[in-house]
């Protein structure tokens, strides 16, 4: 009896794709981390970051599922909080990371135009 090796091939490739994608969204996660010591970031710089990477035409769903699966990982962090900036002054949510993270995600994802907004979705680290 043989046993066969494409399941486990394909499945191996798979996951190798998503540990791929992960890696990245985690690596531009800490690098944005490491920006917030100096000054705010908002999710629309995020959106032109990728798309300036990923070429003229990028699939909308796509770019924002990439950034909110960074506001995930900003999100984990202590010091980090999500918000709005209104005549130049940050203003938090005032809610736990999750449930930011659930409010962003669910209102990022439903736009069909990508996001251009660099007052709402802003990202703060607190000193």
Known sequence: MGVSLEMPKIWFEFSLGLESAMSEQSEMAERVYDRLAQSDVSAAELVQELCARWGPEPCVPEVHRFVEEVAACLLHHDDVEVGNVRNECFTGWTLEPWHAHDKLAQ?????????DDKERYVFHRTQ
Do not use: G, Y
């Open 107 to 115: 209102e990022l994802l439903a736009m069909d135009a990508l996001l």
